[in-house]
């Protein structure tokens, strides 16, 4: 989050202490949008009020794990002496897609103001053998896009956000520990405020 910032106010300012043209030329139809928390994408200016901007993001994880288990547990079950089987250091993905329509309410010089629906689905892998894990999400955005000059351009923007996580899960059996729970399956539904900043490079 801050190398991204710094990021950002690095390359606003020096589009600021570039010399500007005579006449400055419309931005073009596609840019290179890099937002914050991390994302990557592209926006298609479709008409003069709407536009189109997939973004997406990705993280991988390593867990190496230990077995602690209480040898007091172990022996109120009859599981003293069991062979476990060996935890080798695994890796996990979490990918983000995001895609949101841009419709123009006012614009006034370099400045844009804009609102936009936006869907959203994440894809995870998780430590749980024949697991799953996703969450879908919508989104209403207000936001506002400032051009420094024919080819940057500064965003933020921030609304509500509406998702919903569902895990599922088959747990292996270990003696009578799952026995009568071998599948689990939850869903949280949440709701909260959202925000988000980023630099547009068009081409």
Do not use: C
């Not at 989050?1 to 010399?19: E, Y």
């Not at 869907?119 to 998780?126: C, D, F, K, L």
Request: overall charge neutral.
């Amino acid at each position: 989050m801050r190398s991204l910032s710094r990021f950002l106010l690095a390359a606003a300012a020096a589009v600021v202490l570039l010399p500007h043209t005579a006449a400055a030329q419309p931005p073009g139809p596609l840019g290179l949008v890099v937002a914050s928390p991390g994302s990557v994408g592209v926006l298609w200016q479709a008409t003069d009020r709407i536009a189109v901007r997939p973004l997406l993001s990705f993280q991988r994880t390593s867990l190496k794990a230990e077995y602690n288990l209480d040898p007091e547990i172990l022996a109120y079950y009859g599981l003293l002496g069991l062979s476990l089987p060996v935890l080798e250091p695994e890796a996990y993905w979490s990918v983000n897609l995001d895609v949101g329509v841009l419709v123009t309410l006012a614009q006034r010089d370099a400045l844009r103001l804009y609102v936009a629906p936006q869907i959203g689905r994440n894809w995870a892998s998780t430590p749980v053998r024949d697991a799953s894990n996703s969450t879908i999400r919508a989104q209403g955005l207000f936001g506002g896009q400032y051009a420094l000059s024919d080819r940057f351009s500064l965003f933020a923007e921030t609304g509500l956000e509406v998702q919903r996580n569902t895990r599922e899960a088959v747990l292996p059996s270990i003696g009578a520990l799952y026995a009568l729970d071998s599948f689990t399956k939850t869903t949280t539904t949440s709701v909260g405020t959202t925000s988000s900043v980023g630099l547009v490079f068009h081409f």
